[in-house]
């Protein structure tokens, strides 16, 4: 089985390629990087005016598969996934029952085989039901094929606790994923705190709760020696603290959101519960030191904390709405403006949602080098298109850019050499 | 000028124009309250819905004495009798509510924003009576009406709000009304009842009550819960007595004509000294009884106002 795509601007930054060549495709395996492949009699794929990129790699999403199907599944999400270029996702584990055990990560692995459309690859909790209290049992959960551990969402409150899972993770060489948030300093707040919460009379989540979490976190790090990723980064300062980190040598990286990058806190006027998210979004200058952070390299991957949520559970008063927004249709063409916003090179951009965000998790994916899997997007970066709720592939339809005008689409994403998604 | 809103959710969309209009129209109500027979036409064959899920005595009674004295139908529902507690949705109660064709519901909720979440999704007026600490618009109105009685005019005057600003939905409103009217607005209260960037609506703020009372022209001081005691915002309702409560003293600092105000209810001792609440300066039960008025303006103006008798 044979597939040549032919004539398009290759972009695979691990290997520091960006030229017009054509990609031999062997039995799902990329065979050969050149200009002018004559590879006789094969299916060819026309990528002329495209750029042909590694498949994207997010590497936090909720695919709240088991057990809250009615937001989205495997099934669903890595159809997301795919209309979104992305090929491997990292999902979180706080499924119903959570993934603690190797069940639920066999199922979710099995799953994705059988019936997804992306590579899933399991983040498996740090502690036993994700109560902070018994570290679960990373060993095995590796061997069955989880990738990292997080008790994402519930942070670990204990330091002891915090400390041992960085030491008994990095005896496996996994990172330990870490929503990094102070709750008894977030205090029940539904936004960021600042003029907008005081104005609309929400109670506020200070930045503060993020930096001191993050502050510790990096300290118990450095300390263990283990590796630590802090997830979806919010504020000035603890991009700070991951940049001054990672100049002492601290085995630290970080990622941010597309919402966190592109939206602040003034988005929630109007109580727009789609604007409603944790970290939440925060003030300018938060947003201005995000994008310096992934210019600079301090952030090293773009993911989307893809969080889908049913109506019902957007459709209520703002204090009370889930926390969350869905994001892997989204991430592409918003990662791409940054790149017309002369924040990052087309490269740059490619990098963090590629080949950066796939050595965090240890994943041989996110590059073309020959003999690599063929997880491949074409990318037609000038295409404008309106994000319609009813195009969406994922089952929910919680995004602050209904309605929004993106640049940028992925017309074919190509899993192990297979087209597992085609827009013109 | 005529100004017949579909809703009232806060002040802060309002114009000064607007405000004034509303003011004059409640000046215009107010005599009614005095007859005999209190009671006028003008809302005949209306159906007004008080719906509270919050307690309230004084602002539900005044609203619904309002719309009785403009002769609508009105009906109460409080949260302890709602279905609220079989677990339905603010959404589902509110469609309910509308199937039943009420021409106004006024809301309290504990939510800010609610009330432009039904007003969005619902085709009747909707009338703002608290929403969480966001807005309450007619309190802010009813306080600018008490003081235009008392001081003539609003601009110019220097009026000083004390309390737990943060959980206020008082000071919202007031701060937006009074700017709007002209006036200066000061707040005050101890560090941990100050919200960040709450001088961006355009007040000046103040830690001291002693100085931020200085030479006012009215001080409004508001309700501290005493359910915050002893949590992390202040040590004591005595500590927070000593420093920004109002007695005869500080008030003393004020204008010799100062007058002072009270959402209520009132905690003697604590955010008021009994002798300023019992005081000849104090204009409480004023604002109380301007309440009425002024909600009569507000149910007349959202239901239509002079088209209402030309029809």
Known sequence: MKILVKSGRVIDPANKIDEKLDILIVDGKIAELAANIDA?????????????????????????????????DIISGTRAAAAGGVTSIACMPNTSPVNDNLAVTKYIISKAREQGSANVFPIGCVTKGMKGEILSEMGELQEGGCVGFSDDGLPIKDGEMMRRALEYAATFDAPIFTHAEDLSLVAGGAMNEGSVSTELGLKGIPWVAEDAATAR????????????????????GSVELVRQAKARGVRV??????????????????????????????SQVDVDAVRAGLADGTIDAIATDHAPHHRDEKNVEFAIAMNGIIGLETLLPLSLKLVGEKVLSLTQAIALTTCRPADILGIDRGTLSVGAVADIVLINPNKEWTVKAEELQSKSKNSPWIGATMKGLA?????????????? | MSFNPKHILGIKDLSADEINFIL?????????N?????????????????????????????????????????????????????????????????????????????????????????????????????????????DAFTIRQHKGAIEGLTVTIAGDITHSRVVRSNIYCLKKLGAKVRIAGPRTMVPPGIEKLGCEVYYNLKEAVT?????????????????????????????????EEKLKLAKKDAIVMHPGPINRGVELASAVADGSQNVILDQVENGVAVRMALLYLVAGGEKLQQD
């Open chain 1, 253 to 282: 990286t970080c990622e941010a959101t597309p919402h966190h990058f592109m939206l602040t806190d003034e988005a929630v006027r109007g109580y727009n519960t789609n604007a409603k998210m944790n970290p939440p979004l925060r």
């Open chain 1, 411 to 424: 017309v074919k994403t190509l899993l192990a050499g297979k087209v597992v998604h085609s827009r013109d």
């Open chain 2, 24 to 32: 004059d129209t409640a000046d215009s109500f107010k005599e009614i």
């Open chain 2, 215 to 247: 030479d006012a022209d009215c001080v409004m001081m508001l309700r501290i819960q005493r359910e915050r005691q002893g949590a992390t915002l202040i040590p004591s309702v005595r500590e927070y007595a000593r420093y920004f409560g109002l007695n």
């Open chain 1, 217 to 236: 976190e990096i300290m118990l790090a450095e300390f263990t020696g283990g590796r630590l990723h802090v997830c979806h980064v919010s504020t000035k």
């Open chain 1, 40 to 72: 006789g009699d094969c299916e060819v794929i026309n990528a002329a005016g495209l750029l042909v990129t590694p498949g994207l790699v997010d590497i936090h999403v909720h695919l709240r598969d088991p057990g809250q199907e009615y937001k989205e």
């Open chain 2, 34 to 142: 005095t007859r005999d027979i209190k009671k006028v036409p003008t809302l005949r064959g209306k159906t007004i819905v008080n719906l509270f899920f919050e307690a309230s005595t004084r602002t539900r009674t005044s609203f619904e004495i309002a719309g009785k004295r403009l002769s609508a139908d009105t009906v109460n529902i409080s949260a302890s009798s709602s279905s609220v507690v079989k677990g339905e949705t603010l959404e589902d109660t509110a469609q309910n509510i509308e199937a039943m064709h009420p021409d106004i519901i006024v809301m309290r909720h504990s939510a800010s924003g609610s009330c432009d979440y039904l007003a969005e999704r619902l085709n009747c007026s909707v009338i703002n009576a608290g929403d969480g600490t966001h807005e309450h618009p007619s309190q802010a109105l009813l």
